[in-house]
């Protein structure tokens, strides 16, 4: 199954997280196709040698961005013009057939069943059901594809200003061609269907295999109490809306397969010798890796920019400043 993979993207390192969670839920439910994660140059030294860990290939790609911020607008995410960068999947020709994922999905069963399937097969979006959301699709690599979109792309651009307007428009026909391209909604529950409809959510959401963690904002900017393994409700309540197994599922892939990676590579061994100091320890790394640092300015614009995934990766919220952050907390 070498000419077959799961393939993700991630142009900063807060999707590279989503990435790496992803990633050990693949591995965690023991698919046997390769795993390849697009990374852009934003993405840190640090994140990309984690992401290598659990993926087979770390592909560096340049970004693409839409930057149609009028159609963004309309779906208040004005961050997303960089989701054609996406595109360049169609450019994995050592692979005869992919699935891409969304770096904020969570696999929770073996999925290599999808693998029989045809480009381009997708799951109904929950806001337009004759739209297929992007957030799980079934493709061949192919340069002529490839050429095709983006030549599209510049075109005829996207009605979204993401991937998704430009990939429903460019297969236009999804929704009324060929039934066995439809995915089941299982494949990529959403989570704001939870609410939605919530009836059909206690019936069938047992059997969900992926859950898409769709919106702007993510598990890794929610809290999590690792004593508790449940995340915390905060303010922006969020947590209340997305059912919390979901996100408790997702902390918990984080916390046993993602931070152990970090707290091996990170912390010298002397200082966790014993049980308590090992507790704070994987409480820290948690914090280092996955909680913004407290800003020394406190800022609503920071802590929003932040949660947007545009952090100053160079100044302020830079590696060096969280590790400060972290050896105050330790000493
Ligand atoms: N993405 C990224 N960097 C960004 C925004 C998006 O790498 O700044 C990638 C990432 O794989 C993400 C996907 O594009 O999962 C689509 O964005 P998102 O999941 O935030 O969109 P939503 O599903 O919430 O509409
Ligand atoms: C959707 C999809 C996401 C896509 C975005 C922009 O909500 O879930 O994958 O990137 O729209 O088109
Ligand atoms: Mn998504």
Known sequence: MSDQAFVTLATN???GKGALVLGSSLRNHKTTRQ??????????NNMRAQLGRIFDEVILV???DSKDSAHLALIKRP???VTFTKLHCWALTNYSKCIFMDADTLVLCNIDELFEREELSA????????????GVFVYRPSIETYNELLQFSTEKGSFDGGDQGLLNSFFSNWATADISKHLPFIYNLSSVAVYSYLPAFKHYGADAKVVHFLGNVKPWNCSYNPKTRCVMRDSNDYSSAVHPEFLNMWWDTFTTSVSPLFTEQDIPKETSSDKQEEEKLSEAVSQLSFTPPAPVVSSEERRKKWEQGQADYMGVDSFQNIQKKLDAYLN
């Open 13 to 15: 390192d807060l999707y």
């Open 79 to 81: 961050e997303l013009g």
């Open 62 to 64: 340049d970004v693409l």
């Open 123 to 134: 799951a109904p979006d929950p806001g337009w059901p004759d739209c297929f959301n992007t």
């Open 35 to 44: 795993q390849v994660v697009l990374v852009s140059p934003q993405v840190s």
